[in-house]
T-cell receptor, first 112, second 113 residues
């Protein structure tokens, strides 16, 4: 079946550090890929997405590129802020109204 | 505001009780979901409805029964609550497209004592 593997956390960085959270997937066909962010006490919200190979999703300084050859969708940000502290989830979906497959989540803490 | 809203936000109850969680979305989406998030933040899909029809039913005890009276509402009823049911339950909705994301509610934290 489909699966998503994320870099294990927790990840702790100092403010303005570079962030990478690795995400690789296993799926047949051509899934769409997503990064969601969950702030404390809230639900998940979409951070960015890419729906085909070589697409780059970007939002709030975060970026991720859909790499079909390495089946990866790594999340990056050049300079993190304290307010980026949250849990980040990588996910894929293949079919309309289908089941999203989520990674296990990576907890990021940014210290001032 | 357009959103997915679920009630209650917190639910504390004793083992053996029956409880319900309600969810409503005003985004015009056709598909709604229930997810369970455990204490380690792992997310697991429980159910999915598309236009009031059950389309995903993962391996969930039959003490859990979803009901969708219309495509804007998806409720979750839980019978005979157990300690292991303690978790955060999220409702979500999406358009009927594999290119569109899920929209989540803010969760219901269920604590069974």
């Amino acid at each position: 079946g489909d699966s998503v593997t994320q870099m294990e956390g927790p990840v702790t960085l100092s403010e303005e550090a570079f962030l990478t959270i690795n995400c690789t997937y296993t799926a047949t066909g051509y899934p769409s890929l997503f990064w969601y962010v969950q702030y404390p006490g809230e639900g998940l919200q979409l951070l960015l997405k890419a729906t085909k190979a070589d697409d780059k999703g970007s939002n709030k300084g975060f970026e991720a590129t859909y790499r079909k050859e390495t089946t990866s969708f790594h999340l990056e940000k050049g300079s993190v802020q304290v307010s980026d502290s949250a849990v980040y989830f990588c996910a894929l979906i293949k079919t309309n109204a289908g089941k999203s497959t989520f990674g296990d989540g990576t907890t990021l803490t940014v210290k001032p | 505001d357009t959103a997915v809203s679920q009630t209650p936000k917190y639910l504390v109850t004793q083992m053996g009780n029956d409880k319900s969680i309600k969810c409503e979305q005003n985004l015009g989406h056709d598909t709604m979901y229930w997810y369970k998030q455990d204490s380690k933040k792992f997310l697991k899909i429980m159910f999915s409805y598309n236009n009031k029809e059950l389309i995903i039913n993962e391996t969930v005890p039959n003490r859990f029964s979803p009901k969708s009276p219309d495509k804007a509402h998806l409720n979750l009823h839980i019978n005979s609550l157990e300690l292991g049911d303690s978790a955060v339950y999220f409702c979500a909705s999406s358009q009927n497209s594999a290119k569109e994301p899920l929209h989540f509610g803010n969760g219901t934290r269920l604590t069974v004592t």
